[in-house]
């Protein structure tokens, strides 16, 4: 059974990756270097690598789980958000808040692929088995997402929302972040069903499931913390705090 090992998060006030150690409870740098405005993280816990998007440089890029070997993988992006790992096909996907975009390509940055337009968007999940990817619009429609992995038949499937930028999965279920509503939310992929899973999260701004503890973390925007808590929003507890302002999340399994 593989367990929760790092917490991987960026910080784009003071630009950088980091992680904490789940077993001695230590904070490390990951990678600092040439860094101007990392946002969104995808862990390939299988492979030990972790993928990153960075608005400041334009850029997806990825190394080692100990920080070596980074490689740019996309250039040329105008402002790359949130990015998501279908490890199956080797894709990775992510959004674009300035070119209104959804994009795709392969791991290795081949292949580049412009699958929606029109729709700026911020986090994004994906449903591999189902071939289904969902994604926050915060900016223009207030609401979540849903299509195809290939694009098409778009659904708008969550409305009058507010500031909701992270997404995941779970059991059948999109969870959200929303940091001006103070809240986490989920409901069922087609929209129903709508739960308040967290109703003060200090500003929830991305967050991640650890599946097998049945835990939620999140990056609280108005206090720069790492919470964590139950699938149910119980038992919320600090789980790193004092090392910077963390936005993006991922978490690295083993």
């Excluded at 334009?58 to 949130?82: C, K």
């Excluded at 778009?154 to 909701?164: A, E, M, P, R, Y």
């Excluded at 599946?211 to 999140?218: E, I, T, V």
Aim: glycine share 8%; charged share 20%.
């Amino acid at each position: 059974m593989e367990t929760l090992k790092r917490i991987y998060w960026s910080d784009t006030t003071k630009p950088g990756l980091y992680y904490y150690d789940v077993n001695d409870k230590s904070v490390h740098d990951f990678v600092i270097d040439g860094l101007v405005s990392p946002l969104g993280i995808a862990i390939d816990s299988y492979d030990e690598k972790v993928y990153w998007t960075d608005y400041g440089t334009h850029t997806v890029q990825r190394a080692d789980i100990n920080g070596e070997n980074i490689e740019t993988l996309v250039t040329d992006l105008l402002m790359p958000r949130h990015i998501a790992l279908d490890l199956h096909d080797s894709k990775m996907y992510w959004t674009d808040s300035k070119d209104n975009l959804v994009q795709v390509a392969n791991t290795d940055g081949t292949d580049y692929q412009i699958l929606v337009k029109d729709i700026p968007g911020a986090g994004i999940a994906l449903d591999i088995v189902a071939g289904k990817m969902y994604w926050a619009d915060c900016f223009n429609a207030k609401g979540n997402y849903s299509a195809n992995l290939d694009g098409s038949d778009i659904q708008l499937i969550n409305k009058n929302l507010d500031l909701q930028v992270g997404v995941t999965l779970f059991n059948n279920k999109i969870f959200w972040a929303d940091s001006s509503a103070n809240k986490i939310q989920c409901s069922n992929f087609d929209g129903t069903n709508l739960e308040d899973v967290i109703i003060n999260g200090n500003g929830p701004r991305c967050l991640a499931i650890d599946a097998d503890k049945s835990h939620l973390y999140w990056t609280g925007l108005n206090t720069d913390i790492i919470y964590r808590s139950n699938l149910d929003g119980s038992q919320i507890v600090e789980v790193v705090k004092g090392f910077g302002e963390p936005r993006g999340i991922g978490l690295f399994f083993q």
